[in-house]
């Protein structure tokens, strides 16, 4: 079946601009997670959702970043103001719903570069 | 506050060599578990095992090995034999009781022909 999808693969925006990345699930999955991975580093939990609500989005830099889940599926990453700190391979991951520790599935990522 | 620590940043062996990946957690939580993941070079990140604090049995998989030890708070990583596409980041995780994984910062495994 189809793995969990991420758009655009690659972004490319100024400094100031507002950005949406866009992440499928697999099919099911209700647990979603976001992260954000620097170059030579391990991925860096941003936020979680389990069904339509954000479990737990501690992981958020600051209030620039929000993130959507409105229908328990398709999940929106939205930045304002980008900074060129923000570049960086933002990953999303999905789970089933009825492990609740259990392995996750990456998608490829979308590659941010603020200019 | 939980941490993950791959203090090898990168390893470069020859094919058929043998190789151990090292991961030492952190952890307050007496219920927690542990991952591998491997990151090819395409980036996507694929689960490779789970491990639960109350299993320390090791287990094999083919040619992958992981030997988890509590005393030591160390759940290490070994491929025999290994081969050239085995080449990419590993990365241990640990997620306790707030369902949040830590990743290590990986340990990225080059394998020579």
């Known amino acids: 079946g189809a793995g969990v999808s991420q758009t655009p693969s690659n972004k490319v925006t100024e400094k100031g601009k507002y950005v949406e990345l866009r992440c499928d699930p697999i099919?099911?999955?209700?647990?979603l997670y976001w992260y954000r991975q620097s170059l030579g580093q391990g991925p860096e939990f941003l936020i979680y959702?389990?069904?339509?609500?954000?479990?737990?989005d501690s992981g958020l830099p600051n209030d620039r970043f929000f993130a959507v889940r409105p229908e328990g599926s398709v999940s929106t990453l939205k930045i304002q103001r980008t900074e060129r700190g923000d570049s960086a391979v933002y990953l999303c991951?999905?789970?089933?719903?009825?492990?609740?520790?259990?392995?996750?599935?990456f998608g490829p990522g979308t590659r941010l570069t603020v200019l | 506050a939980q941490k993950v620590t791959q203090a090898q940043t990168e390893i470069s062996v020859v094919e058929k060599e043998d190789v151990t990946l090292d991961c030492v957690y952190e952890?307050?939580?007496?219920?927690?578990?542990l991952f591998w993941y491997k990151q090819p070079p395409s980036g996507e990140l694929v689960f490779l095992i789970r491990?639960?604090?109350?299993?320390?049995q090791n287990e094999i998989s083919g040619r992958y090995s992981w030997n988890f030890q509590k005393s030591t708070s160390s759940f290490n990583f070994t491929i025999t034999a290994s081969q050239v596409v085995d080449s990419a980041v590993y990365f241990c995780?640990?997620?306790?009781?707030?369902?949040?994984?830590?990743f290590g910062r990986g340990t990225s495994l080059i394998v020579h022909p």
């Open positions: 491990r639960n604090s109350f299993d320390e």
């Open positions: 099919s099911g999955h209700t647990a």
């Open positions: 991951a999905s789970s089933p719903r009825d492990r609740v520790i259990s392995e996750q599935f």
């Open positions: 995780a640990l997620t306790g009781g707030s369902y949040i994984p830590t």
């Open positions: 959702f389990q069904g339509t609500g954000a479990a737990d």
């Open positions: 952890t307050r939580d007496t219920t927690y578990y």
